[in-house]
């Protein structure tokens, strides 16, 4: 539609069972990570130190 594309990732469905998915691509360098679950299985402090957990780690690596 003549935009430049700026990131694609993946928008997973919620994996049931377990109900928890993490999910990682790369498009054009970038890395992206997504964590896909179902209502309620997590809190919004869960997800945040899963958030924190994985940058620390990625962090660490490169």
């Not at 694609?8 to 469905?13: G, K, N, S, V």
């Not at 919620?14 to 890395?31: C, W």
Request: net charge negative.
């Amino acid at each position: 539609m003549g935009s430049e594309i700026k990131n694609l990732f993946h928008t997973p469905r919620v994996p049931v069972p377990p109900g928890l998915g993490v999910f990682f691509n790369s498009f054009d360098g970038r890395l992206n990570f997504v964590i896909s679950y179902l209502d309620g299985l997590l809190s919004d402090e869960e997800v945040l130190m899963l958030t924190k957990g994985v940058k620390e780690k990625l962090e660490v690596s490169v």
